[in-house]
Structures are given as structure tokens and as C-alpha cells.
């Protein structure tokens, strides 16, 4: 029976981000994979090889930004292992039925520039607005790269230029108010306040809502960050594709003595007086771990199906039903489509520039289209008749995921996981079948059609995948690529469970990561690397307090004597 000091489950770029750290530690580490390709959302694949030979595609994360807020690709020197990445700018392209089109730069003045084409006032407000969302990305930095629940962390990623972002959107005791006050609120109430222009409002409001709920959603005022993030720091994609991390973060892993198995899909995490000491895989195959096990899956897989009800309920026995009722999801995902294509997107209608490709490509005509797009998948309605999508062409950032001269575009649409009234037909049970997938992308092929009319006579191959197949692939409950919901009563100390929130559990030797945990889903790498902090510390409880609280005071020490 082969043993390691570390099981992690599931190679995702988190998990394999927190091996590194491990490692680099000195601990064994072993990773099992249950696909036969690692990186979980996170990989770049020729999904097509006999009808698009040659065409690689992102089958899930494109646009990277929150891991360029953390220092991972910095600590595990990323760069050395092949990691190259490319920065867009233009950052976003959104067409509006009446001619107008909002393009947003990596500047600032640009983006306002374009905007006073149409508004002066607008472009004036959006400046205010992107320095106000900056302030807040500034002071919540410090927390995204630290346990939530760990103080001397999180006190020790402030530095003067942080605070005074703090206290710039906290200041007195009205401006603390007003601030929870916006926290709370939704992002199209936020949006209205600051804005008149519908060309402006609707594509803020479409990435407003890649949380994972529509723009009405109270709670989810955060989701305001993501335009203000293409700003500073930046949007970016690895040469390659997504998976180009993923293969960076492997190489790494490998380098320092790491191993990971793919094709092992966990049936049973193994629990020997109430510790973690191992997993047994679909063939039987056990492993064990002598100092813990690290679960890159959610949490509620993790309870409800990996780990045996009687270890749970001697651990806690209120977990399992806190899990499965107070974890919320809202049957939102979406439905994938992959283009191989003889020529890019060509927006005839809209002053076509071949750089208005390099960002992301939003098609939000409104923000009652957005709002349409997201309420109805909740409800487990198709919201095709009408559809919002978000529109990638990565090969005119990066020509070497396709032959020369062709073209790749990605198509997220939002729709539901479970169909309603189909319930117990299709794949899994959702009502998703073949058919049903393939006519609502030609729905949204359609509407794509109405911009870019070319789409359809240049398309090579196309690739479809549902809600239920991206599920499947991802192992995603409920197809949630976020685990849960991003809403604020599921984040920081909340995320999944308060009890939960520190990425420990209430079984020893148990620890999660991912997407399910702080800070979130999207590509950052900062779970993987707080759960390594808290095991780091697990081991050695006394020294890590220590160092910690030393390097806080050192830390600040240093920015003030700088400062002065």
C-alpha cells in the first residue's frame, strides 16, 4: 500500500497550486485525477481532433484576473516552468442593437473616452465609479490571500497603501453604513445609481452577473469588480490557453518530487478514529496519507458521498444536514459551445476593428436581456428566446491555438442544470439530450448572427456541450463550476459553512480547497494556497503562530519606516 504524508482529490489548478506549496515544505504529496487530463475547469484541449484537427480550446476558465491579485505565479515561479502571459486590450467589446457599442480598455481615460462619444456624463461617472470599485479590490486583497478566519494573515497583507484604501471607503461612520449599504445591494441597483446609458449598463450588468445570478440579486453588489479589474490589474490569458497553467503548476509539482495519478476517480475518503488516513479508489486501489487529506471537490460531495455517514455524524452530527439544506445553489451553469472557424467574427455593423476581438465579446442588448438570462435558468427555464452570451475569439490574442489562419471562439450561454417539468429524462436526469442541446446553440448561434453574420459560413466544426455534460465532466454539483453560489451569505467566513470557512474540518487530518472555499471560484490559485498555509499550520501549531505574528509586525514595520 503506497503512502504519502498528503492525498489531495482532484488536480484542479487549485489543488495542484496547494501541492506545490506543500511540497516546497517538504511534505510527500500525491494527486489523484479522476479524468484523464488534470486541471478540472482549468484545461486546454483538442476537443475536436477528427473534425478540427489541430484546434485547441479552453472547455471551461478563459479570461484570467483574479490570480494576477495574489502572488502564486510569483512565490512558485511560474515563469520558469513555461508560464507566459498574454495581456488584452482592448478588455471588452459589447454591440448594442441601436448601432452604439461600449469598448473598454485597460485604461481608464480610453474606456472614458469612449463612452463620451455617446455620454459625456456617463464617461465622466464611470471614472468616479472605476476608482471607487479600485479602492475596494485594494483593501479586499489582503483578505482574499488569507484564511478568513486567521488574523495575524490577514494583518500581515495590509501595508500603508492598503489601509489607506481601507479607510478610504470606510472613513466615518456614515461612509461604513453607505459602504455595507452597497455591499448588500444588487449590482443593477448600483448600476442605475451611477449610470443613464443602457449601451453602458448592459455589459457592466452582464459581468456583473458571471457570479452566477441575475443582476437584481441583492448580495452580489461585489460582482461590480469585474469590469473595474480589467483596469488594474489587468485581463490576461496564458500563451496556450488556460491549460498552459495547468501544465506550469504540474511541471513544478513533478520537479519537486510531487505525483499525479490520473484516471483515479475517489469513491471513499478513509476514516480510521475519526482521522482522514486515506482514500480508496473506483478500483479498489487504497492510498493512504499519514498526515492528512485535501479535497479539491465541494464539500458537499465530500459529506454526503465520499465519506461514510457514521464518521460524520461522530464528527459532527449536524453537518450533514446543514450541508444539504443550507448550502445554496440556484440551478444556474451554463451551456458551452466551441467554434473551429476559417476566419474571425467580423462585426459589419458596429465600425468593425479586428482589436475589438481581443477582449471578451459580451452580447447584452439590455439589462432586462441580462436580468431575463439569468432569472430563468433559475427557475429552469431555457432563456434562449432572446440570448445574452459571452463571446471569446482567443486565437487573436494567441494564433497558436489553431492552424494559421483559422480561428477558435468560445461561447458561454447561461441556462439551466435541471430543465423543469423534464425532471427524470435526459442526461442524469435534467432533461438535457442531444437534440435539445444542439437546438438551443443554433438559438444562439442565431442571435450571434445578428452582430457578426459570418459566423455561420465560417464555421468549421462546432462542439456543444450541457449543463448535465459539463456536470459530468467537471464532477460540478449540480454542473456549479463556483461549488456554491457566489452570494455573500456564502462568502469569506461563510464559504461553505461557517464551520467549514478555514478550509479545516470537523474530521482530523480533513482539509478542503477550491472553488467551494475562500475566496471563490475563477482562476486564482489563492485557495489552494491558504489551505497549504492552514495545514502548514496544523503541523506545526506553535512555530507557524510565531512566524506569523513576526512576519506582521515586520511587514508593517517596514512599510512605515519606508513611508517615512
Known sequence: MQTYDVIIIGAGHNGLVCAAYLLKAGYSVLLLEKRSVPGGAATTEEAMPEEAPGFNFNLCAIDHEFIHLGPVIEELELEKYGLEYLWCDPVV?????DGKYFLGHKSVEKTCAEIGRYNERDAKKYAEYTDFWQRVIGAMIPMFNAPPKSLFDIAGNYDIEKLKKLFSILGGPDKTLDFIRTMLTSPEDIINEWFDSEF??????RLAAELGAPPSQKTIAVGAIMMAMRHNPGMARPRGGTGALVKALLKLVKSLGGEVLTDQHVERILIDDGRAVGVRVANGTEYRAKRGVISNIDAKRVF????DESDVDAADPALRERLERRIVNN???ILKIDLAMDEPLRFEHHEHKDEYLIGSILIADSVRQVEISHSESSVGKIPDSDPSMYVVQPTMLDPSMAPPGKHTVWIEFFAPYQIAGAEGTGLNGTGWTD????????RVIDKLADYAPNVKKATIARRVESPAELGARLGAYKGNYYHIDMTLDQMIFFRPLPELAN????????????AGTHPGGSISGMPGRNT??????TQQPIAQTLSDAANSLKSTAKDLFKKT
Open 435 to 442: 437534440e435539445l442541446k444542439n437546438k438551443v446553440a443554433d
Open 93 to 97: 467589446f459589447c454591440p448594442h442593437p
Open 532 to 537: 497549504a498555509r492552514i495545514f502548514i499550520h
Open 200 to 205: 453602458l449598463k448592459a455589459p457592466l450588468a
Open 331 to 333: 440551478n444556474e451553469t
Open 503 to 514: 478550509y479545516k474540518t470537523p474530521i482530523e487530518g480533513l482539509f478542503l480547497t477550491g
Open 304 to 307: 454526503l458521498q465520499l465519506v
